[in-house]
């Protein structure tokens, strides 16, 4: 007989809270309605102007999807909750629902001459999502909520994964300030590393 997944309605609520958020980063990339439109030339010249907003969607697509990935196998490791845990978890997903609105101000002004609040806002919410992971590590194992031994030393190795990012994204924040494209391509290169590492690590079932 198959185990009883204690966790299994916590994991269809994520579930649905992740493909929400990822939807909603599509809405607001579109021509403008004050757009004039008569020939193919003027078309192009208008895709050309929300590529920006194209760009930041690809980067928080790629954000929400690897989170989402991570958070899947997080969760393999715990076979309970606790009140604490459910709260840690619901902060994480409170920075994931928020990544859609930095998303829209990056696509909308990172090739402008005000891009830095964009930069630091959206580095910001990293920083927090972070802290999420942090919590969620920390009220796992201060709960015993690992599966086993095993299970136990990956959450504390994610804590660790989570405080690097967090100390991460704060100084990308704080730099965007002086140089907000620069920390746009450096935070852009830091989730393709993220999405590389998570492509190329083997995941070993733990009992």
Known sequence: MAEA????RLEA??????????????????????????NTA????????VAPSIFAFLLSFSVILITWVNHHNYLKLVNKSSASFLYANGFLL???VFIPFPTSLLGEYILTDHAAPAVILYDS?????????????ETALKNELGKSEKAKLEIRKNGKFGY???????????LAIWFPVAIASFTTLTWVFWLIFGINIKHEKIN
């Open 13 to 38: 609520f994520c579930d649905g809270v992740f493909a929400i958020a990822m939807t909603l980063l599509i809405i607001d990339i579109k021509i403008p309605a004050t757009a004039e439109i008569n």
């Open 5 to 8: 997944n204690d966790n299994s």
């Open 94 to 96: 409170l920075t994931v």
């Open 42 to 49: 003027d078309l192009w010249h208008a895709l050309k102007h």
């Open 125 to 137: 919410v990293l920083a927090l999502q972070a802290m999420g992971w942090i919590l969620m590590s």
């Open 164 to 174: 690097f990012a967090f100390v991460l994204y704060t100084l990308c924040a704080i």
